[in-house]
């Protein structure tokens, strides 16, 4: 899991500094975090610093898929709608340089550093990116365990307008694989990161060779890092077992994984029936096609006094939302951190209170969240809510609230809503009559 999250001179913040961690000499850290702030204060920017790692590891086959989809057109081959958002999409993930062209500074040309520190198997790790004033990757670092202590995995570098790298030969045990590696560094990295390189190489590459040649050790990374799951107004990906549908409101699979539907229409029947006091049913609305089924999320409601089929696509922009949600916290539960920006968004409040008490004692893994809802500050342990508070230079920091002092029967909400932990907005009188006078 994640321990401490590190930027410098990114976006709005000079120095960004969140630490996870819940008791340092155990090597714990904290599995529900929540960040409040005033409007503009910089959560979003937080929580697309996840997005950045996640993204970055799939550059390489994203800008693979952009040009399949690109010869595609070419050859006036039919394309679905949804393939050409996908190449609006895939666009701006198809190379690191993109994935963080809007992530510096304004104004400030030194570095930007970006570092995630992490706990797995009871072992520190810390993974750092560097990048220059015109956002191409200078640096890249990996530390790990390597035998039984922790030391560089790899080193990558420019630097007098040449890539220097460095492999751990305790990891990367095959010396002709080592060179085959500082090839493709010197052909691709820069654009792309070495573990997005790695991912393409070992997509192509016999397993048991890899295997065979790299160390597991490296190989628990990658992982931890590839279940990073995401949320937010426009992105949405999470990572779970093989026994749930992916695409759940509608899709069409073979017959031979009906039981994913089964599994899936379970928990959302389960959820949704606890949740809403007029939903009595959930179910999927199938057909079979030859060797498919061609499937459709439905609730079932009750309307004056009758139980209607709903499909998924008429439902509120709330329930779509809680659909989320619950995949969301399905992922958190089997071990896997997923960050989302504004959890509360169209939510009413004592809903997504229910839902977030409900989960908390099954958490495995990390949620890390953003919202303006303090009606959930009552219900949570002051030490997973942080508050990112502006000085009066403009300068940002994110605190957590256990380095306040309070007292146990404190009201965090009413002292945090009287600015006692900062993270407030204090907005003058807007005089309407005065603004629109000629």
Partial sequence: MFSVIEAKNYKSFAHLYLDLNKNKKAKTVKNMISI????????????????????????????????????????????EKKDINKIVYEVSKSSITRIVEDCRMIDNDDPMQLIFHFILNGKNGSYTLEFNKENQLTFEKLDYVINRNVGTIYEICYTNHEIHSAFSKSIFTNNGLIQDFQQLVDKNWGQHTFLAILN?????????????????????????????????NDLFGV????????????????????????????VFEEFFTQIYSDIKQVKYDVREDGNQLIYQL??????????????????????KKLTDILYILLSVTYGFVVVVDEIDEGIHDLMIQSVLESVTDSLKGQLIFTTHNTFLMRSFDKNSMYVIDIDANGSKSITSLDHFPTQRNHNIQSQYLKGYF????????????????D
């Fill in 36 to 79: 409040y702030g005033e409007n503009g204060s910089g959560k979003s920017s937080v929580i697309y610093l996840f997005e950045i790692l996640a993204h970055s590891l799939h550059t390489i086959q994203t800008f693979n898929n952009l040009v399949e989809l690109r010869d595609k057109l070419a050859r006036n081959v039919d394309v």
């Fill in 422 to 437: 900062g993270g407030m907005p204090y907005p003058g009188t807007i005089d309407f009559d005065e603004m629109l006078e």
């Fill in 298 to 319: 439905c609730f079932y409601k009750l309307i004056e006094g009758q139980l209607r089929k709903i499909p998924y696509s008429l439902e509120s922009h709330g329930t």
């Fill in 200 to 232: 393409d190489f070992m997509a192509n590459i016999n397993e048991q060779f890899i295997k065979k040649h790299i160390s597991s050790h490296l190989f628990e990374v990658i992982d931890f890092f590839e279940g990073i799951g995401y949320a937010d």
């Fill in 239 to 266: 990572r779970l077992p093989n026994k749930f549908l992916i695409d759940f409101s509608s899709g069409i699979i073979s017959k031979d994984k009906q039981e994913l539907l089964e599994n899936t229409e379970r």
